[in-house]
């Protein structure tokens, strides 16, 4: 049985949610199901770790632990799923917890998402969380290269671009490989995330650098290339310009704080 939070309404709440920065570790009774609308959220279930971008949909099994981080800038179609047939639905034998999204999901999962924006963050309504589940355990159709329109270059472009490396392809490069021209990348990623490509790859190897900064002792000098950076320098302006400090700094105030 669930508890009594998860009856009535709540049994069948569709919610807009932003998650933090920062990793949390938690697990509920409800399964719940996650569709990026802006930004990613990198996702540990069953040590099984994943980069939940646009395009994709995590369904979290009743009581499974599961770690979560979301990026800057980030907002969530979010079900909270408390009907067993709902769930077997979601969670039948063949359907992988992570799975891309179906067009028609897609396009249903949009509309809902406009909803909640115009008429408030949430919502509680048995029928569209029905048809929704329904959609979501429709597997996606695999296209032809000559079939793929604009939202899936982009999402191929926006899983090159959270690719990690020294050396990762520039925006030109991966505007290229999908077959977009430059403006179209950015027109298209810009709707979606409300920041250029290359704003996003910034942000990507500042945490990076970040991370590596306090949990390794790597000089600045080998970080810059593990990013990809030719020029230490380069990357300290970088890093001053975006954090204030420049990455010794960071290092110290990191270090000081532990």
Do not use: W
Not at 184 to 197: C, D, F, K, T, V
Not at 219 to 245: D, Q, W
């Amino acid at each position: 049985m669930f508890p009594d939070t998860m009856r009535n309404d709540r049994a069948y709440l569709i919610e807009l949610r932003h998650y933090a920065p920062r990793q949390t570790r938690h697990h509920h009774p409800h399964a719940q199901v996650v569709i990026p609308l802006q930004g990613t959220m990198d996702l540990v279930i069953a040590s099984r770790e994943t980069r939940l971008a646009a395009g994709m949909v995590a369904v979290i099994a009743p009581g499974a632990r599961h770690d979560f981080s979301g990026s800057a800038r980030n907002r969530f179609l979010v079900f909270d799923l408390a009907d067993p047939l709902l769930i077997e639905c979601c969670l039948g034998e063949e359907a992988a917890p992570v799975r891309t999204l179906g067009n028609t999901a897609s396009r249903y999962l949009a509309l809902l998402a406009g909803e909640l924006e115009q008429g408030g963050r949430r919502l509680c309504s048995r029928a569209a969380i029905t048809t929704a589940c329904e959609l979501l355990a429709e597997p996606a159709a695999e296209a032809s290269d000559d079939e793929i329109g604009p939202p899936s270059r982009l999402l191929r472009a926006e899983r090159l671009l959270a690719e990690e490396g020294a050396d990762g392809p520039n925006v030109a490069e991966i505007a290229a490989s999908v077959g977009l021209s430059v403006s179209q990348l950015n027109r298209l990623y810009r709707a979606r995330h409300g920041r250029s490509p290359k704003q996003a790859q910034i942000a990507e190897r500042l945490a990076r650098a970040t991370r590596l900064l306090r949990e390794t002792d790597h000089s600045v000098a080998t970080i810059a290339h593990l990013l990809g950076y030719r020029n230490p320098s380069s990357f300290c302006s970088l890093f001053k310009e975006h954090l204030g400090m420049t990455p010794s700094d960071y290092r110290r105030t990191a270090a000081g704080a532990g």
